[in-house]
């Protein structure tokens, strides 16, 4: 069984559509995380939701939403996307907040933006 | 500011050698750090973690030793096996539960 499930894995997209990654985590975990690995590895948090609550949003463009339906499910759009935005999304969950525990990542959903 | 560094960006061992990778904080508050690996295509995964209580942890061949003194963390991997090869980070914990992660260093084992 997966436990942080992210789709798709692969995102192919033209300059200015707006795309969606969803993410899924049957961890029974509350708060939940996106990263953005860019070319040289270098992950940055973009945000973190804790049981549907945005707690963390970093410097991130406002193209970018995160919604959370509910605790196990944190999804993000992104509108008008820009070759910049070309990453490895991460989607990852912990048991609380506070990072005491370990981050459970998924595989990654790598976007192109062409 | 937020930082987490680490001194090289790739680190080439023989089978069988131990490895020494090295990360340096620049948070003096921060109180809890992890070690993750992240194989190729893969999300990173846990190996290890230290709390700034604390100067060194051991796991099943690797220990992570924690200098508070020069904000230093390491991670050393005893008898390296080619499953090892991957790229290693070191994360801090900011206040507010933000994991700052530092830039990655590439191990390569070589057989």
């Known amino acids: 069984d997966t436990a942080v499930s992210q789709t798709p894995k692969y995102l192919v997209t033209q300059m200015g559509n707006d795309k969606s990654i969803k993410c899924e985590q049957n961890?029974?975990?509350?708060?939940m995380y996106w990263y953005k690995q860019d070319s040289k590895k270098f992950l940055k948090i973009m945000f973190s939701y804790n049981n549907k609550e945005l707690i963390i949003n970093e410097t991130v463009p406002n193209r970018f939403s995160p919604k959370s339906p509910d605790k196990a499910h944190l999804n993000l759009h992104i509108n008008s996307l820009e070759l910049g935005d070309s990453a490895v999304y991460f989607c990852?969950?912990?048991?609380?907040?506070?990072?005491?525990?370990?981050?459970?990542f998924g595989e990654g959903s790598r976007l192109t933006v062409l | 500011g937020e930082s987490v560094g680490l001194h090289l960006p790739t680190l080439s061992v023989q089978e069988g050698d131990n490895s020494i990778i090295n990360c340096a904080y620049s948070?003096?508050?921060?109180?809890?750090f992890i070690w993750y690996k992240q194989e190729s295509g893969k999300g990173p995964q846990f190996i290890i973690d230290i709390r700034s209580n604390m100067d060194k942890r051991q796991g099943q061949r690797v220990t992570v030793l924690l200098n508070k003194t020069v904000k230093h963390l390491s991670l050393q991997i005893a008898a390296t096996q080619p499953g090892d090869s991957a790229v290693y980070f070191c994360a801090e914990n900011m206040v507010g539960g933000k994991l700052i992660f530092g830039q990655g260093t590439t191990l390569q084992v070589k057989p």
């Open positions: 948070n003096s508050a921060s109180d809890y």
């Open positions: 990852a969950s912990s048991q609380s907040p506070m990072n005491t525990g370990e981050l459970f």
């Open positions: 961890l029974g975990h509350d708060t």
